[in-house]
């Protein structure tokens, strides 16, 4: 017999999704893997006090609240801001409402649960956000859990894959490369050592035709690790005509359904495949991928997850961080290892990936719905974002995917989503709509849109430098952004800003360096 489930009220959920954070970050001042780590431990993690292990029982964690909680709470995050402003911005219920804010919210890392910890020292190691490290992560993790298991909201049935297809955006020197590496470690070595056909299993310069014969013929599971989204996406074999062929065939896989093939002479038709990407890309690429018709318009991109990290460059001052010698980061290894390497089963009579289903807890299930109600109101019309209703309505199930990566993370036999698990897929699920809504509303649609934005910046700052009510034209002809010269196309750019309110022309003449004077100066709007 079917169980019924009784949905809660807004007042009972946001209730429940309080008392959730309310521990999470109690557990995330006072996990301790071994009972106590040194304090050069504990300073190298979060620079002066908290910390979370991987693979701890809860019950290890009451006896120690009392006793650290006191010294912890003052500085959880020192690295990265003051982790009661995060907590204080992020705990709130991310279920109860769905508007989008014009301010990025603090990336939500205590939602990893036991994980949170080694992202704080990853990212402190590498000197990179902490979404940075959390969206490569959750890349590497979905690449291996979707070997393994499917998930469903229903009692019955096989479900659909727990594949998420990341799309990280950041400029060239944030360390992109780095931060990978980190991650991707264990997973190289354990899949070195296998002898199955995972050792296939990463791919990277692949064109479209040779990614679809590999998943026929090579391995029914394939990671696409792209570091340099250009060469993907704006390489010589990425047509348009390709293009279209290579976000279809993701899209496809990305719902469960069948790879097919055919040529002269052979027809092939491959079911249970996988195919996770993580796909590292320049601004300039991004805005190039998201301004395309085949991507928004037809709807192609809506099986990304988009994450722009915020850039430290001019803040990383040297760290000296062994990470090979850290408990909390050999405990990870250990965790992704098992992951790696855990064994495959393979259907005889399709060559592809046989799955076992993880399925909802009637609380994960009641928490979930409430979520998938409030994003099909919110992308109705009138709705906050009914302008990108495609992306959103499909956004529950990204949700659903990252809920059953949280819980394998945990317990590699898992069955079931709890409803804590549930809670915390949809606030990290929250920051990561916000962020597409973000990037798909900030970011330039264009190169003269990018071009007019580096201008805006050069001249709030030269405005700045030099204590002046607005900018000569001459100075920006001479010492301004390569984008915005020669001065016909300063001129573009500064017509462009004026029609958007940014600059205006001001009238007044200006005198600056040695006495000289201009009568064709722009002032920055509000500055």
């Not at 650290?68 to 801001?81: G, I, M, T, Y």
């Not at 003051?82 to 603090?106: D, F, G, M, Q």
């Not at 009568?519 to 500055?527: P, R």
Request: one cysteine or more; a negative charge.
């Amino acid at each position: 017999m079917k169980q019924k489930l009784k949905k809660p009220s807004m007042s009972e959920l946001a209730a429940k999704v309080k008392a959730h954070r309310a521990k999470m970050q109690m557990d995330n001042t006072s996990r301790d893997h071994d009972g106590e780590l040194s304090d050069a431990n504990k300073s190298t993690i979060t620079g002066d006090g908290a910390h979370a292990s991987i693979g701890e029982s809860e019950s290890n964690h009451d006896a120690s609240d009392d006793q650290s909680c006191k010294s912890d709470e003052l500085d959880q995050q020192d690295v990265f801001k003051n982790e009661r402003e995060v907590e204080a911005t992020t705990h709130r219920s991310k279920v109860a409402t769905l508007a989008i804010s014009t301010k990025r919210k603090p990336y939500p890392v205590h939602a990893f649960g036991n994980l949170a910890a080694v992202i704080m020292l990853i990212a402190r190691s590498v000197q990179v956000d902490l979404e940075m490290v959390g969206s490569s992560l959750l890349g590497v993790i979905s690449a291996l859990a979707q070997c393994l298991i499917n998930v469903s909201f229903r009692l019955s049935g096989a479900g659909g894959p727990v594949t998420l297809n990341m799309f990280l955006i950041a400029s060239s020197g944030e360390r992109k490369s780095s931060t990978i590496d980190v991650i991707v470690k264990p997973v190289y070595a354990a899949i070195s050592r296998a002898d199955d056909e995972r050792r296939s299993m990463i791919i990277q310069d692949v064109t479209v035709d040779g990614m679809v014969a590999g998943l026929i013929a090579r391995c029914p599971a394939q990671f696409l690790l792209a570091l340099e989204g250009a060469s993907l996406l704006g390489g010589h074999a990425m047509s348009r005509d390709n293009l279209s062929r290579f976000l279809g065939n993701v899209a496809s896989l990305f719902s469960g359904e069948p790879l097919t093939r055919t040529r002269v002479g052979e027809h092939h038709y491959a079911q249970g495949r996988r195919l996770s990407v993580l796909l590292f890309s320049q601004p300039i690429v991004a805005m190039d991928f998201l301004s395309s018709d085949l991507v928004m318009q037809q709807g192609m991109g809506n099986r990304f997850l988009y994450s722009q990290p915020p850039s430290l460059l001019g803040t990383r001052k040297h760290v000296e961080i062994e990470l090979d010698e850290e408990p909390l980061y050999q405990q990870f290894c250990a965790t992704i290892t098992a992951l790696a390497s855990h064994a495959w089963k393979i259907n005889p009579a399709t060559g592809g990936m046989d799955t076992r289903t993880v399925r909802m807890s009637p609380g994960a299930k009641a928490a979930w719905v409430q979520f998938y109600d409030r994003l099909e109101m919110a992308a109705g019309p009138g709705g906050d974002l009914a302008t990108h209703a495609g992306y959103v309505t499909r956004f529950a199930e990204q949700v659903m995917r990252m809920a059953a990566l949280l819980a394998i993370l945990e317990d590699l036999e898992v069955q079931h989503i709890s409803e804590d698990i549930m809670l915390r897929a949809i606030e990290l699920g929250d920051y990561y709509l916000d962020s597409a809504m973000h990037i798909f509303n900030v970011t330039p649609a264009n190169k003269d849109e990018a071009d007019a934005k580096t201008l805006l910046i050069w001249m709030q700052n030269k405005s700045e430098e030099l204590d002046l009510d607005a900018i000569p034209v001459r100075i920006m002809y001479k010492d301004g952004p390569r984008c915005a010269r020669p001065s016909k196309r300063t001129k573009e750019l500064l017509t462009l800003l004026v029609a958007r309110g940014e600059v205006s022309e001001y009238t007044k003449t200006i005198v600056y360096g040695d006495h000289k004077r201009s009568s064709d100066n722009y002032a920055v709007t509000g500055l």
